[in-house]
Nanobody, 123 residues
Framework: VQLVESGGGLVQAGGSLRLSCAAS????????LGWFRQVPGKEREFVAA????????FYGHSVKERFTVSRDKSKNTMYLQINNLQPEDTAVYYC?????????????????WGQGTQVTVSS
């Protein structure tokens, strides 16, 4: 399984970004794909996930309505739309895949990780 993120960058507070995660190496029929984020010195934080087959979505406790996770099965790609970005959203955002509910996983137990994409929000 390979996960490749893109779409990060530098944006001013109040702006928007759409992160993409291109997935390959599996049909992902039984998988959850999701997003975590990490700032230096802290564990990766669960942000959002989607069940690949059914499209059910899940969000982390710290994530507000500004985040929307979606997927395009025809492109094998997952997205994270972030609106009204705030400086506290600054982090490396990682794509993850696992056959278990990603809300129940930790940094060390997730099956597959992407390389990460940096999101920096300036005030």
């Amino acid at each position: 399984v390979q996960l490749v993120e893109s779409g990060g960058g530098l944006v001013q507070a109040g702006g928007s970004l759409r992160l993409s995660c291109a997935a390959s190496g599996s049909t992902f029929v039984r998988y959850f794909l999701g997003w975590f984020r990490q700032v230096p010195g802290k564990e990766r934080e669960f942000v959002a996930a989607i069940s690949w087959s059914g499209g059910n979505t899940f969000y982390g406790h710290s994530v507000k309505e500004r985040f929307t996770v979606s997927r395009d099965k025809s492109k094998n790609t997952m997205y994270l739309q972030i609106n009204n970005l705030q400086p506290e959203d600054t982090a490396v955002y990682y794509c993850a895949a696992d056959t278990r509910d990603l809300r129940l996983t930790t940094q060390s137990t997730v099956d597959y990780w992407g390389q990460g994409t940096q999101v920096t929000v300036s005030s």
